[in-house]
C-alpha cells in the first residue's frame, strides 16, 4: 500500500500566485488532515475533513480552501501566496477522529516557498 | 487555545545513554497521548501512546510515563541509538476542533 502520497514534493512560487497542493490516500480512512510545519512551532491543523463532502477549519485556516470529493482525495489550494504561506504542509488521514486505536498516518511532506 | 508545551527543543545524548523529552498539558479532558517520531524528509509517524488510566507503558526501549495530577508525560528512551536520531512531537487530543495538538517538537541526536 502506498498509504499518504504527497505532490509536489517541492515548490517555489512568487507571491500572489496560487497553487494546489495534493493529496491521497488508498486506506480507505474517513478523516483526513491538512497540518504546516514551521521551525520550532510544531504540526499546525489547516483543515480536516470526516468524510466526502464534509471540511472544517483547524488552527490557521486563513489563506488555504480545501475540497473532498472523494474519500481518497483531499486537495489544499493556496489562492493567493504570501511569504507567511512558506512551511512544510504535510496530508494526514486516520480511520476514526479520535481514537487510541486510529493514529494519524502522514505523507512525505510538500516543501513550498513564497518569494 | 489549549496547549501541549513540550521540552527541551533539542537534546544530544551519547549512544547508550537515556534520552528524556517531556510535556505538559492544560485540559484535563486529554483522553490519550501519542508521541510521533519523525525523520528528516519524511512525515510524522506514530511511535508510541498511552491512555491516561495508566501511568506508564513500555514497548521496547520506549517508554511513556504519565503523571495526571502533574499534567504531564514524557517519553524516555532507554539505551539511546544513533538511530533514534529524530524530531520527537508530543499530541494531544482538544481545542476548538478535538483534534491533535502537537508540541513544539524535540530534535534528538544520538551520537555514536
Known amino acids: 500500500n502506498a498509504g499518504v502520497t504527497q505532490t509536489p514534493k517541492f515548490r517555489i512560487l512568487k507571491i500572489g500566485q496560487s497553487m494546489t497542493l495534493q493529496c491521497t490516500q488508498d486506506?480507505?480512512?474517513?478523516?483526513m488532515y491538512w497540518y504546516r510545519q514551521d521551525p520550532g512551532m510544531g504540526l499546525k491543523l489547516i483543515y480536516y475533513?470526516?468524510?466526502?463532502?464534509?471540511?472544517d477549519k483547524g488552527e490557521v485556516p486563513n489563506g488555504y480552501n480545501v475540497s473532498r470529493s472523494t474519500t481518497e482525495d483531499f486537495p489544499l489550494r493556496l489562492e493567493l501566496a504570501a511569504p507567511s504561506q512558506t512551511s512544510v504542509y504535510f496530508c494526514a488521514s486516520s480511520l476514526s477522529g479520535r481514537s487510541y486505536n486510529s493514529p494519524l498516518h502522514f505523507g512525505n511532506g510538500t516543501r513550498l516557498t513564497v518569494t | 487555545q489549549q496547549q501541549v508545551k513540550q521540552s527541551p527543543q533539542s537534546l544530544i545524548v551519547q549512544k547508550g545513554g537515556i534520552s528524556i523529552i517531556n510535556c505538559a498539558y492544560e485540559n484535563t479532558a486529554f483522553d490519550y497521548f501519542p508521541w510521533y517520531q519523525q525523520f528528516p524528509g519524511k512525515g510524522p509517524a506514530l511511535l508510541i501512546a498511552i491512555r491516561p488510566d495508566v501511568s506508564e507503558k513500555k514497548e521496547g526501549r520506549f517508554t511513556i510515563s504519565f503523571n495526571k495530577s502533574a499534567k504531564q508525560f514524557s517519553l524516555h528512551i532507554m539505551d539511546s541509538q544513533p538511530g533514534d536520531s529524530a524530531t520527537y512531537f508530543c499530541a494531544a487530543p482538544g481545542g476548538a476542533t478535538n483534534k491533535l495538538i502537537f508540541g513544539t517538537g524535540t530534535l534528538l541526536a544520538v551520537q555514536p
Open positions: 486506506m480507505n480512512h474517513n478523516y
Open positions: 475533513s470526516v468524510g466526502a463532502g464534509i471540511t
